[in-house]
Every structure is written in C-alpha cells, then in structure tokens.
C-alpha cells in the first residue's frame, strides 16, 4: 500500500533510473526507482518528460513536444466521470479498456512509491483520477493531481489498492478527498458484508495518513450522531455513513448523560470501516472506553459475539471528541460531498464499460 504524502528525505533513494520528471511545466525529483523500459529510458536518466494527460513518457523534449500537440486526451481525460465538485473531479478509468493509460500511470506512479512491485495487470484493476480543471484557464484543459487504484475483485472487500497525489500536489488534503472517495464507492452501502478498506500491509506514510483520515472520519460521524439525537429533526448527519438508530442510542438520547453506547460492530457497520480500523481511530480520538457493567446492561443486542471485542460496548463522549478536535484544529466537514458524484455508488457500480480508446 503507497501513501498520499512524501516519504522523509532519508527515505528517498540514490539509485534511480530517473533524477527528474517534467509533467506538463512541472518539474520536480523523483523519489525511487521505476521500471521504464531500458531501451527507452537508460538507467542514468536525468529528466524524463511526462505527457500530463496520458503520461507517455519520452526523454527527449522534441519527441515530447510533437505528442502533447496530438494527445488524444487533451481535451479531456479517459474513462467516466463519477465526481465533480468545485472544479475538482473524479474520473473512473478502467484498466481493460486503456491498458496503455493504465500502463503509463502506473510507471510514472512507481517513481514516487516504495513498492516492491507496481501491478502492471493493469486489465484487473479500476483507476481512479483527481482532476483539477481550472475554470479560469484559457485553455479550458485540465490537471491530473493524483489517483488511487482498485482491484476488481477482491476476495478482501479491499477499496484501494494503492493511492498517490503526485508531489507538487501534495499537502492540500487531496489524499483525504481519494480516500473518502474509495469508501463512498465500496460495496458496503448496498451490502454490510463488503465492509472492507485499504489494501494491507500499509506502509509507514500509508498507515499515517489512513490514521489521520480514520480519526476524522470517526469524530465527524460520532459528532453528527450525538448532535442528530440531541435534535431529533437534524439533518446534520454525514453523507457517507449509515444512520444507525440502535436502542442504546435512543436510551441514551432519552437521558441527560451526553454520551453514546454503541458497539465497534455497530459503528463498523455505520462507518464501513473494519473492526481493527475503527478500534484504531477510536483510540487515536482517545475515546475508546470500555463501558462499564451498570452500563452495559444497557447494551444493545450486539451480534453473535466473536470474542474479538467487537461487541463489546464502548462509551462515547461527544465532549472528548470535539476536545480532539479543537485540540488539533481539525476540522469536521467531510471532504466528499454526496450530492457531488455525477453517479450513484450502485450505477457507478453496475455501469457499462466503455469502449477503448487506447490509440496503440
Ligand atoms: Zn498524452
């Protein structure tokens, strides 16, 4: 699994084929190395030029110059839009029908992540784009910032299997944007039993930024829970998280304690996070606390009880999670909004393909 941000300087490598890319007017390092072909691209590279649309790579300037005249995707990137919101958008891409693209994206993205290996069986995966169109350029063209990818069939429920924001791009919570986005469009919403999340193990960056992430995501979910009971008619709920009325939420909303029991299973389900996830962000958030047995009598009916903890009650104080959040500066509103995707997460889901254009 990649992370969404830089690596420290230690971290980079010596050995790279490429020193530096220029994508578009952009040049910046590389970080390691990638597999370009040797014949194409030698070992001591000093500046690799990268199409910004379709990332066909050439090392020479006037090669690259002649493909950005006729690049096919100029005008507008492959595959279908699902996103758009602020001029920011996500495009679905799929593997099988622009191999080539798919191709390119993934050797420019190795440059950037500490992977052993990059999949190149690019035909089984989803690619999913940032787009940034400025509505100001003259050109009316657009900016790749990033992308995740996604298996298409994964016997874990995995959402994501890798995920980059190209470095210039960096530092702008675009990587919280893709995140959110890989779980909007798992299959958890219309099936509890895809629960799922990032491919694992996670790397060192990978796990702190899902960390972060996770650790919002849950505050903002527990905040709009607790602030929904206080007000019956508040629509102050999050988008992307189910709506779970469990009967000692309503005890609790009935009481003048300003606190939720709920179990981890109970806000797995409404959060589409797993088990291990949720304990993580919990604890992150400093608001993992074990009920007690006068308060777990109260508990609701929690499942079959697997023994891993998961039905065990858990007392949530909405006090100590705005603390958290005034504590850091975080801000609660999501990064996804629902009523920006161009599709639903099922019609995303069951959409036909379209054909390739994929020009060699
Ligand atoms: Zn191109």
Redesign the pocket.
Same mark, same amino acid.
């Given at each position: 699994m990649a992370s969404a941000e830089s690596p420290s300087s230690n971290a980079k490598q010596s050995s790279r084929n490429v020193q530096h890319v220029i994508l578009g007017t952009l040049r910046f390092q590389t970080w390691y190395q990638s597999i370009y072909p040797e014949d194409l691209v030698s070992k001591d590279t000093d500046t690799l030029y990268v $199409?910004r649309? $379709?990332? /066909?790579y050439a090392c020479d300037v006037n090669t690259h110059a002649g @493909?950005?005249k006729v $690049?096919? @995707? /100029?005008t507008a990137p492959p595959g279908t839009k699902l996103y758009d919101q602020g001029g920011y958008s996500v495009w679905e891409v799929d593997g099988a029908n622009h191999k080539l693209f798919g191709q390119n994206l993934s050797l420019f993205a190795k440059l950037f992540l500490d992977h052993k290996s990059v999949f190149f069986d690019v035909v089984s995966f989803l690619y999913y784009i940032l787009v940034f169109a400025d509505p100001n350029d003259p050109d009316g063209s657009y900016h790749i910032l990033g992308f995740f990818s996604k298996e298409k069939l994964s016997w874990d429920a995995n959402n994501l299997a890798c995920i980059l924001v190209f470095p210039p791009y960096q530092h702008k919570q675009l990587g919280k944007l893709l995140m959110g986005v890989s779980y909007k469009i798992s299959g958890w919403e219309r099936d509890p039993s895809l629960i799922g999340g990032p491919e694992r193990p996670l790397s060192e960056m990978g796990g702190r930024s899902y960390g972060r992430f996770w650790e919002e995501r849950m505050a903002r979910y527990l905040v709009s829970l607790q602030a929904s009971n206080a007000n019956a008619n508040s629509t102050g709920e999050p988008e992307d998280v189910k709506t779970q009325k469990s009967t000692s939420t309503k005890a609790s909303a009935r009481k003048k304690h300003p606190h939720e029991l709920m179990t981890v299973q109970e806000i797995g389900l409404a959060t589409g996070m797993l088990t291990e996830d949720v304990i993580t962000s919990l604890r992150g958030l400093g608001v993992f606390e074990p009920a007690t047995p006068s308060k777990t009598r109260k508990k609701p009916h929690a499942g079959s009880g697997s023994g891993s903890g998961e039905s065990e009650a858990i007392v949530i104080r909405r006090s100590k999670v705005l603390e958290w959040a005034k504590t850091r500066n975080v801000n609660l509103r999501d990064p996804v909004r629902g009523d920006s995707f161009c599709l639903s997460p099922l019609e995303v889901r069951t959409m036909e393909s379209p054909g390739s254009d994929d020009d060699d």
């Amino acid at each position: 699994m990649a992370s969404a941000e830089s690596p420290s300087s230690n971290a980079k490598q010596s050995s790279r084929n490429v020193q530096h890319v220029i994508l578009g007017t952009l040049r910046f390092q590389t970080w390691y190395q990638s597999i370009y072909p040797e014949d194409l691209v030698s070992k001591d590279t000093d500046t690799l030029y990268v $199409c910004r649309w $379709c990332f /066909r790579y050439a090392c020479d300037v006037n090669t690259h110059a002649g @493909h950005i005249k006729v $690049c096919q @995707h /100029r005008t507008a990137p492959p595959g279908t839009k699902l996103y758009d919101q602020g001029g920011y958008s996500v495009w679905e891409v799929d593997g099988a029908n622009h191999k080539l693209f798919g191709q390119n994206l993934s050797l420019f993205a190795k440059l950037f992540l500490d992977h052993k290996s990059v999949f190149f069986d690019v035909v089984s995966f989803l690619y999913y784009i940032l787009v940034f169109a400025d509505p100001n350029d003259p050109d009316g063209s657009y900016h790749i910032l990033g992308f995740f990818s996604k298996e298409k069939l994964s016997w874990d429920a995995n959402n994501l299997a890798c995920i980059l924001v190209f470095p210039p791009y960096q530092h702008k919570q675009l990587g919280k944007l893709l995140m959110g986005v890989s779980y909007k469009i798992s299959g958890w919403e219309r099936d509890p039993s895809l629960i799922g999340g990032p491919e694992r193990p996670l790397s060192e960056m990978g796990g702190r930024s899902y960390g972060r992430f996770w650790e919002e995501r849950m505050a903002r979910y527990l905040v709009s829970l607790q602030a929904s009971n206080a007000n019956a008619n508040s629509t102050g709920e999050p988008e992307d998280v189910k709506t779970q009325k469990s009967t000692s939420t309503k005890a609790s909303a009935r009481k003048k304690h300003p606190h939720e029991l709920m179990t981890v299973q109970e806000i797995g389900l409404a959060t589409g996070m797993l088990t291990e996830d949720v304990i993580t962000s919990l604890r992150g958030l400093g608001v993992f606390e074990p009920a007690t047995p006068s308060k777990t009598r109260k508990k609701p009916h929690a499942g079959s009880g697997s023994g891993s903890g998961e039905s065990e009650a858990i007392v949530i104080r909405r006090s100590k999670v705005l603390e958290w959040a005034k504590t850091r500066n975080v801000n609660l509103r999501d990064p996804v909004r629902g009523d920006s995707f161009c599709l639903s997460p099922l019609e995303v889901r069951t959409m036909e393909s379209p054909g390739s254009d994929d020009d060699d």
